[in-house]
């Protein structure tokens, strides 16, 4: 980083004051933070739902959340909610009801769950219709307007608006896998431009619903290592068979750096960089040759300033997927070179699952935690494979000093945003 308050490219430097976690392996940053670098996992068999006939039987479900009657869209705005409140609170910005900036939320895509479509279908229906045409003759009677927020995208955002007293209006965005990313890229982005002074960045997913399973079960996505749930995300493993879903919810308070040490607060972290490529190749595959993600990742560490050798620490996107891994592999190799070979690179997804829209938030507050910590999570069920000679920090935690990290995130849809966080010159 360029010396003053900023960067080598001239503008504002941004730094990480507020962190704010909620996982499969608890609520709350330090309870997630001990649990993951001691190689705990979240990944447990389904209870919520009967899970008969579905190929994939596990997941890493929250399940301290007061969410009654369950609903996924309610999970995910309660966690939002707890996530948010934990990361103002460390802040120690604003004050109640006025955060002094703007809200950028990630989201999953807004949809009614099977109960919801059955109380709307089986209530009997005056206009004598089926089908569709009978939800839409049901919903035009208002007597169903309490589900209205499960199908309204921004319905999370006014929740924390209000919680919140964010400024502006909320801006909410689904960017698939990538999308906890993009908030803290376009909240670094804001800061940059002097729109704002500071920025409130939350993801969140509660997924975990037979139709998510589905889904991705069609897909060919998911490990149907079901025998064993804690075994059955492992990362770069010869034996990986597809990831683990998971829910949870990651907030980061992001401000210019001249304004948190003129107001006396903690820096966290420094936010060097983001930077995106998009990949045009199919729907849910990357491209066999890698150059979107070899892009994002160019593209990163060029917005940071950073060097290849200056990396010490790559928090893997590492979904446990065949091909995910094997892409990131050859993405990282082509960037880091030889320094790759030295360079310690392990997957959160081993513990927690991969937690879809919320993933790059959760691992960006794991990715702060790591350099504030000196702490090296590890890559749990760990199996060699020789075609990704890597260090994934196999099984164990790992004490080093970390000062630069580099954070891959990469969704379906070739959506790619990566983030590189240093910790604060001396």
């Known amino acids: 980083m360029a010396s003053g308050t900023r960067d080598h490219k001239g ?34 068999s389904i209870t919520r739902f009967p899970t008969d006939g579905l190929k994939t ?63 709307l279908h089986d209530t009997p229906c005056e206009e004598k219709r089926d089908g569709y045409a009978r939800l839409l003759a049901n919903a035009r009677t208002r007597a169903f307007d309490d589900l209205a927020r499960h199908i309204r995208f921004a319905a999370i955002a006014d929740r924390l608006k209000t919680a919140f007293g964010t400024q502006g209006e909320p801006l909410s965005i689904c960017t698939a896998c990538a999308s906890g990313a993009t908030t803290i890229q376009l909240g670094l982005e804001a800061i940059r431009r002097g729109e704002t002074e500071a920025a409130l960045c939350v ?50 308070v992001l401000e210019s750096y001249d304004a948190a040490r003129a107001r006396g607060a903690r820096i966290l972290a420094i936010v060097r960089g983001c930077g995106e490529k998009a990949d045009e190749h199919h729907r849910t ?45 050859i993405a990282l190799k082509a960037v880091l070179g030889e320094h790759l070979d030295h360079t310690p690179i392990s997957s959160n997804k081993s513990m927690v699952g991969h937690t879809l829209i919320a993933a790059g938030s959760v691992e960006a507050v794991f990715s702060v935690l790591t350099i504030e910590n000196g ?52």
């Open 11 to 44: 503008r504002p430097v941004v730094a990480v004051t507020g962190l704010g976690l909620v996982t499969s392996l608890g609520a709350g940053k330090h309870t997630s933070w001990a649990r993951l670098v001691t190689g705990q996992s979240g990944v447990k």
């Open 57 to 119: 039987t596990i997941a890493g479900t929250v399940d301290d959340m007061d969410v009654a009657p369950y609903s996924a869209h309610d999970l995910a705005a309660r966690m939002a909610e707890a996530a948010a409140a934990e990361a103002i609170a460390q802040a120690r910005i604003g004050r109640p009801l006025h955060f002094p900036g703007p809200l950028i939320v990630a989201t999953p895509p807004s949809e009614f769950e099977w109960p919801h479509l059955r109380r």
């Open 285 to 329: 595959r990357s491209r066999p040759d890698g150059a979107a993600v070899i892009g994002a990742i160019r593209k990163t560490l060029d917005d940071s300033g950073v060097h290849p050798h200056e990396i010490d620490y790559v928090n893997a996107h590492g979904t446990s997927t065949p091909e995910n891994d094997r892409m990131e592999y």
């Open 375 to 426: 702490i090296l999570p590890p890559t749990i069920n760990y199996d060699s494979d020789p075609d990704l000679p890597l260090d994934v920090v196999p099984n164990l935690g790992r004490q080093s000093q970390v000062g630069t990290v580099l954070s891959n995130s990469f969704g379906f849809g070739g959506q790619n945003v990566c983030v590189v966080f240093s910790a604060e010159p001396a």
């Open 203 to 252: 993801g969140t997913d509660a997924t975990v619903h037979p139709e998510g399973l589905i889904r991705f079960s069609l897909l060919s996505a998911l490990s149907t290592a079901n025998d064993e749930p804690t075994k059955a995300s492992k990362p770069f493993s010869k034996g990986r068979d597809g990831f683990v879903m998971a829910e949870g919810a990651g907030a980061l």
